[in-house]
């Protein structure tokens, strides 16, 4: 099973290190990318819902055309009563990093 485990602040304070391309909003992560069209949009889909079945954790997401909109958070941590961003998140986060 994943590690569903609150980031530390340490943790958090290197998601920009770890993560640059990602945007740290509260208790998100969010990203934004561009393919040259709709076709690789949706291939990159298909790419990240294999991550996300293999995790057990699945984004918030939209597509636009050559556009692909993600925000990724865990909404059952350990231990809290809301949604945050946890060990789980980042895994996620680097893992599809390695796709696009």
Known sequence: MADRTPLT???RS????????WILE??????????????EAWAFMGR??????????HPDWSNSWNRVEMVVT????????GPCLTRLDVAFALAV???A
Request: aromatic share 6%; no cysteine.
């Open 14 to 21: 290197g998601l920009a290190d770890r993560l640059p391309e």
């Open 48 to 57: 990240v819902a294999e991550v996300a079945e293999d995790l057990q954790h």
């Open 9 to 11: 602040p340490d943790e």
């Open 74 to 81: 865990t909404h059952h941590p350990v231990g809290r009563d």
């Open 97 to 99: 990093d390695g796709l």
């Open 26 to 39: 509260g208790e998100v992560l969010r990203r934004t990318w561009a393919f040259r069209d709709f076709v």
